[in-house]
């Protein structure tokens, strides 16, 4: 037998003709939220460091669109590279996130270096790869925004009533209760769901933007605009509808 026999994934691609989304989900983030300490239900520092990691991938890899809310980063791919294989495709994928997303945190947190260090053990991502239609890309990121919703919903409640109750009664208290419950649960503590800022409520998009960028002809001697595309983070993305994606030159 010869042993590259045994790679029997090795050369399993992404069917031809369709779009991929890779979906990378952080491997015990709640272990790592607690061993930082971050701030429930959202820690500024640890979003940020999300999209941060998010536009270092955009640098490297270019995407049409990123989208990261709480654990989770969405890739549509403008390209399918590494010729459409899923082991490689998803394995640096999840290993450059895990190193870029270190990295920024690292940075936002200023995690010390000493033998102490909470990220004695590292972050990581697993990945995995969506193949989508036009047709269905959309409501695929409608479905995850609306996750992300869920988990506003769910976080505030839930970590509102620990800190009132303790976490049995928390989880007691908002066992089989309907968003609405829920609602009114959180208004009645001072917390109105619909002035928290939007990126709690629908996620970050990364993507790029046409700017103008004013330059210098040399043979005409005249000053000249060109159109570049910028990486553009989106704190206040709308709820998702197919304009938005055409609109912005996702699709």
């Keep these: 037998m010869v042993m590259n026999d045994c790679e029997i ?7 031809c003709g369709l779009k991929i989304v890779v979906r990378a989900d952080g491997r015990n983030f709640s272990r790592l939220s607690n061993d930082l300490s971050l701030k429930k239900p959202y820690d500024t520092q640890f979003v940020k460091s999300m999209v941060e990691a998010s536009c270092i991938f955009a640098q490297e890899f270019s995407p049409n669109f990123i989208y990261t ?13 590494f010729g459409g294989r899923v082991e490689k495709i998803d394995s640096i994928f999840a290993s450059f996130l895990g190193s870029a ?42 479905m995850r925004q609306k996750e992300a919703w869920r988990n506003c919903i769910n976080g505030y409640a839930y970590w509102t009533l620990r800190n009132e109750f303790g976490k ?16 009114d649960i959180l208004f009645d503590r001072g917390i109105n769901l619909a002035e928290v800022p ?16 004013e330059g210098y002809n040399p043979i005409s001697k005249e000053k000249v605009l060109s159109r570049r595309g910028k990486i553009f983070v989106d704190w206040d993305l709308p709820l998702f509808q197919e304009e938005f994606f055409k609109d912005n030159s996702i699709l």
Excluded: C
Aim: aromatic fraction near 10%.
């Design 9 to 15: 994934f090795s050369n399993l691609r992404v069917p």
């Design 198 to 213: 939007a990126w709690q409520r629908r996620g970050v998009g990364i993507y790029k933007k046409e700017i103008y960028v």
């Design 69 to 81: 809310f709480s654990d989770e980063i969405n890739i549509l791919l403008s390209e399918i590279p």
């Design 101 to 142: 997303f270190t990295k920024t945190l690292i940075k936002n947190l200023e995690v010390s270096k000493s033998s102490d260090d909470p990220l004695i053990k590292p972050p990581s991502f697993d990945a995995r790869i969506i193949p989508l239609t036009s047709t269905n890309l959309v409501e695929y990121f409608r």
């Design 168 to 183: 049995e009664k928390a989880v007691e208290m908002l066992n089989q209760k309907k968003s609405s419950k829920i609602h």
